[in-house]
């Protein structure tokens, strides 16, 4: 017998996209680029919220980890998660999802 889990990752903060927004990279800031930065983080909390909403109504639950809202169903399998979050509206650069496999042993 075999059971799965679907994971997906939401990263509240995408490194990746903040380029010349983050403040670790810049050397000189002023008020105009935090703020920058707080939009950008408003914005991408406002999307990681919505997708946990909408992953709510499949019965997933979730987790923080670092900078990231961890999603996990054993009900939902992985393409039916991701396929649901696109009709949803959500681009899948804006998470990944995971499936892992648990064998279980049993008595024949």
Known sequence: MVE???R???KVINREELDTNNLKKVGEIDADCVRSFGRHLAE???RVAAMM???A???FTFTAKQDSVIAESTKVEAQ???IYLLQEGFHDSEFQVY???TRKWGML
């Open 4 to 6: 799965y889990i679907t």
């Open 8 to 10: 997906i990752t939401m």
């Open 44 to 46: 991408r909390s406002e």
């Open 53 to 55: 909403e909408s992953l």
């Open 57 to 59: 109504e499949k019965g």
């Open 80 to 82: 039916a998660a991701k």
């Open 99 to 101: 499936l892992e496999y």
